[in-house]
């Protein structure tokens, strides 16, 4: 069992920056595909950056390459996602999750759906002013 707890949303505005945290407790953090998601009122979740924990390989939205990092510290089983140039439409409640996988492969090469995600934070909240 994978516990998941997110912190570090909030407000901000436009073009400014957050950082969000992702604790993860229960269960050895090593082999698993973590990922950020988010999901806006009436608009569908949306996976913004994965990342599989042994490792370090990457995978990112277009809507966020190149403007959100994910990144990890395995001493800490924490999961990060730095978040720059932000924008309104940005503006979400967002969701760290895990699976666990065999292989990057199953992760970054043939990512899964959210539906595969076993374990969910209870997400936090970031909102970007114009």
């Known amino acids: 069992q994978v516990r998941l707890a997110e912190s570090g949303g909030g407000s901000v505005q436009a073009g400014g920056s957050l950082r969000l945290s992702c604790a993860a407790s229960?269960?050895?953090?090593?082999?698993?595909?973590m990922g950020w998601f988010r999901q806006a009122p009436g608009k569908e979740r949306e996976a913004v950056a994965r990342?599989?924990?042994?490792?370090?390989?990457?995978l990112y939205a277009d809507t966020v390459k190149g403007r959100f990092t994910i990144s990890q510290d395995n001493a800490k089983n924490t999961l990060y996602l730095q978040m720059n140039s932000l924008k309104p439409e940005d503006t979400a409640m967002y969701f760290c999750?895990?699976?666990?996988?065999?292989?990057?492969?199953?992760?970054?090469?043939?990512?899964?759906?959210?539906?595969?995600?076993?374990?969910w934070g209870q997400g936090t909240q970031v909102t970007v002013s114009s």
């Open positions: 990342i599989y924990t042994v490792g370090g390989s990457t």
């Open positions: 999750a895990a699976h666990f996988a065999s292989s990057s492969a199953y992760c970054i090469t043939y990512p899964r759906a959210s539906a595969y995600f076993q374990y």
């Open positions: 229960g269960s050895t953090y090593d082999g698993y595909c």
